[in-house]
């Protein structure tokens, strides 16, 4: 993500002076994570002369990066196939696979905070966007945080940035709900909301927005919001940049208050003819 | 906008439940289309579905109870009460769960009245789509013609060969009929009476015993496709009545979940409504009867997913689908024989296996099991077995495929929508002129 931020081209140059200062690590950690984007071909190294970029970076950001045993088990989790709490034995029966490849998807799922180590041979997956409380929940933390980027001193959003969110969300508005691509909708508005907690200049809130990003990528059930309502969301965030780019942070953080607040709408749970309907479950499983 | 000089604005009011409310987005999307103005009177506990269409929405209070917690507690004894009466005939079901039902819809039109009235003078629609079950003195008096969308079964609209509304009477044998028609009005009556009190007190005339609702004097439309329409005895007068089949709405693409075991097999929807939802034993044993069967299984199973672990690699759960873009790719769908369910099934020419509980589910289950459509099994007297054979025939059976196949092409030349929407649209304009106004 941090080097596809860099605008860097095929052919360039790669410093790991400047990674390991973006990341505050020591150069050996930086050079395994370097090593390991020249296994994905992302990168090359060039003897003595260190990383260069070996493709195109940005393309890379539609790639999938969850593929095989990965991706089976966050699909399975989600699913409700796979128990809260999994053993590398477990996943090497369901999966038919060896130990190490067990555990490299699980030290990967901890790595990605979708697991924790537990006692034991244990392994506990984490809060993640796979249950409506989840999600509602999710939905209130964004509602506490995301305003608040507007308030940070120092707020600063980049021009260009800027301006490459306008160009997204005008294309989308264009298109239509008609024609969405839901891939494209959702990097955009992952996009602009990262953009945002970027430009707070507040590296926790930054950091809280992109973990909550990472949250709603893994989410394989969307909760199938009608196209009409995601245009909608579009007009909304061009709104936010109007009014950060008119200086004007307070109304900036009243729309994305509204905004979030509009995307929490969600279905009746429970509706029948002559009766109120109602949102969510029960409080008592029937 | 071709045949108009000027866009409508076109007022909805449907019942505050999903059936009603979808077939009303799905018609206000083809006036939308058109060059109208749809604006839904909603209840606000479904205030935003209607704007996350893309409608504009105006509130209107359908109930007294307006806290999180007074809601729960209604949904709470609402499901520990009618739980149990799921179980039973459609005849016991007149005393424990229509009653109650009714008394419930009557509460929510004199809830409603004052406040709808208030809307539709704000508003000034140039018609109203009614989609509920019982009238609303408010828009007989809004100064437009009005439309009654009959969303439930076609035995809403009653006649001498038509079996009795919600009683899942079949169409060939009369001989329960009377008893039904005599135990529903006489259960209803003090309902009724307290309802007719109410018309009278706002200046209306009485209704006929067992009618809480008559047809506009304007524009009736039936969601019902002629092709399975009963054979009256009075046939309605196609000035007033239209049979227009089902409404379905536009979603966005489904794409379909991998399923680790059996992804080649046959795929079967199963979705029983919100309500439906709750009934979670319900959705355990058919998970477990999955489990073992070669087949790969959407289900939506409401804000109940959470409920549920161990789900089979042949399952997947869903809190909800947008089943008009789910219902083209599956090959039979298990629902509760709601109206809409039951058109989206005929639309897209797949057999329906419909498992009533309640209402006019009973209907549409004998419908579709003597017009050879589909086939219907108790809700919950089955074993295992019994599920998987009906599941076995109906796909197997390539007459009632041929039969669906064709049905869904007349439906699809036909142009439901379009054809509701016109409707609406002419009746918006006599309305103008001061046409018609005599009752039916």
Request: charged residues 25%; glycine residues 6%; contains cysteine.
């Amino acid at each position: 993500m941090w080097l596809r931020r860099q605008d860097l081209k095929p052919g360039d140059h790669v410093p790991e002076r400047l990674v390991t200062e973006a990341f505050h690590v020591s150069r050996t950690p930086v050079r395994a994570a370097l090593t390991l984007l020249v296994q994905r071909g992302l990168l090359e190294r060039r003897d003595r002369r260190g990383f260069f970029v070996a493709g195109d970076l940005q393309a890379t950001a539609d790639a999938p990066e969850q593929t095989g045993l990965h991706a089976a088990i966050l699909r399975d989790r989600f699913s409700k196939r796979l128990e809260s709490e999994v053993t590398a034995a477990r996943l090497m029966k369901r999966y038919r696979v060896s130990r190490p490849e067990a555990m490299r998807a699980l030290t990967r799922l901890q790595q990605e905070g979708i697991v924790e180590r537990a006692l034991g041979q244990r392994w506990v997956f984490l809060p993640a966007l796979d249950s409506l409380r989840s999600q509602e929940e999710s939905h209130r933390f964004r509602l506490v945080l995301e305003p608040a980027a507007f308030e940070q001193p120092g707020f600063a959003l980049d021009r260009a940035r800027a301006r490459e969110l306008r160009l997204a969300l005008n294309e989308m508005i264009l298109q239509g709900p008609a024609a969405l691509d839901m891939k494209r909708v959702l990097d955009t508005d992952i996009a602009f909301h990262e953009a945002m907690g970027e430009a707070s200049q507040n590296r926790f809130l930054a950091d809280a927005i992109r973990r909550q990003s990472r949250l709603r990528r893994l989410a394989t059930s969307s909760m199938q919001v009608p196209p009409p309502r995601l245009v909608e969301s579009c007009r909304e965030h061009l709104a936010i940049l109007d009014a950060v780019e008119a200086g004007d942070l307070a109304r900036a953080a009243t729309l994305m208050r509204e905004h979030l607040a509009a995307s929490l709408r969600a279905r009746p749970g429970f509706v029948n003819r002559g009766a109120p309907p109602m949102l969510g479950g029960l409080r008592r499983a029937v | 906008m071709t045949q108009m000089e000027r866009p409508r604005t076109i007022a909805f009011l449907p019942e505050a439940a999903y059936g009603a409310s979808l077939n009303c987005v799905a018609i206000a999307q083809e006036l939308r289309d058109m060059g109208h103005r749809p604006v839904f009177l909603c209840d606000p506990g479904f205030a935003g579905m209607f704007r996350n269409y893309g409608f504009e929405e105006l509130p209107v209070a359908l109930s007294p109870l307006k806290s999180e917690a007074e809601i729960a507690d209604f949904w709470q004894r609402f499901i520990d009460q009618h739980r149990p009466h799921f179980h039973l005939s459609p005849l016991e079901q007149i005393a424990t769960y229509e009653v109650p039902a009714w008394n419930a819809i009557v509460d929510s039109a004199i809830h409603a009245e004052p406040a709808l009235k208030k809307a539709l003078a704000q508003l000034k629609p140039d018609i109203v789509c009614l989609d509920n079950v019982v009238y609303f003195p408010a828009i007989g008096r809004a100064g437009c013609p009005w439309v009654r969308i009959v969303s439930c079964a076609e035995t809403e609209i009653p006649d001498a060969n038509v079996p009795p509304y919600t009683s899942g009477l079949p169409a060939a044998d009369q001989s329960g009929w009377a008893d039904f028609r005599a135990a529903y009005v006489g259960a209803l009556k003090p309902v009724h009476e307290r309802y007719n009190a109410f018309l009278v007190s706002v200046g209306e005339a009485k209704m006929a015993p067992g009618e809480f609702l008559q047809p506009s004097p304007w524009l009736n439309l039936l969601l019902t496709p002629q092709a399975i329409a009963y054979q009256r005895r009075q046939p309605l007068d196609p000035r007033l009545f239209a049979y227009i089949g089902g409404a379905v709405r536009s979603e966005a693409p489904y794409d379909l979940p991998f399923f680790p075991k059996h992804n080649d097999k046959p795929l079967i929807y199963v979705g029983f409504g919100s309500l439906g939802a709750a009934d979670t034993d319900l959705f355990r044993r058919l998970i477990e009867t999955f489990a073992a069967a070669p087949y790969r299984v959407l289900m939506s199973v409401g804000p109940y997913k959470d409920s549920y672990e161990h789900v089979p690699d042949n399952v997947h759960l869903e809190y909800w689908y947008p089943q008009p873009a789910v219902i083209p790719q599956v090959d039979l769908f298990i629902h509760h024989g709601g109206n809409n369910s039951l058109n989206e099934a005929l639309s897209f020419g797949k057999p329906s296996l419909v498992m009533p509980y309640c209402w006019d589910g009973h209907d549409n289950a004998q419908r579709v099991s003597e017009l050879g459509l589909g086939a219907k099994l108790p809700r919950y007297d089955w074993t295992g077995p019994d599920l998987l054979a009906a599941i076995r025939t109906l796909l197997g059976d390539a007459a009632m495929k041929r039969r669906l196949t064709q049905l869904s092409r007349d439906l699809a030349a036909a142009d439901s929508r379009r054809r509701a929407a016109d409707l609406i649209l002419a009746t918006a304009g006599a309305g103008t002129e001061g046409a018609r106004r005599s009752a039916p």
